[in-house]
Nanobody
């Protein structure tokens, strides 16, 4: 059974940095794409970034491009989202997700497996 467990959220001041992690287990993810999404109160869940497990190709939402970096550690089966120059509008619950198949996609429906989420709060 696939399990995705996020960690590393917290409270940070605007301009600061935070790294969230997603530990994946339950199967071999080499053919998967991994994504990060976020959802702020009263808002729809939105795509943040994605990475192809094999090869490491990445894709970012325009709102985070140049500030966030997605990466993966093959040995640890863990995906990371390094967030720099954080803004109050980055405040949300951040979710890790896995999509079977290597295509990088921004559509949440394409991701079959989801973590429980981790709260990131950026104060002004």
């Amino acid at each position: 059974q696939v399990q995705l467990v996020e960690s590393g959220g917290g409270l940070v001041q605007a301009g600061g940095s935070l790294r969230v992690s997603c530990a994946a287990s339950g199967r071999t993810f080499s053919s998967y794409a991994m994504g990060w999404f976020r959802q702020a109160p009263g808002m729809e869940r939105e795509f943040v970034a994605a990475i192809r497990w094999s090869g490491g190709s990445t894709y970012y939402a325009d709102s985070v491009k140049g500030r966030f970096t997605i990466s993966r550690d093959y040995a640890k089966n863990t995906v990371y989202l390094q967030m720099n120059s954080l803004k109050p509008e980055d405040t949300a619950v951040y979710y890790c997700a896995a999509s079977q198949g290597p295509v990088l996609t921004t559509t949440s429906r394409a991701y079959a497996y989801w973590g429980q989420g981790t709260q990131v709060t950026v104060s002004s």
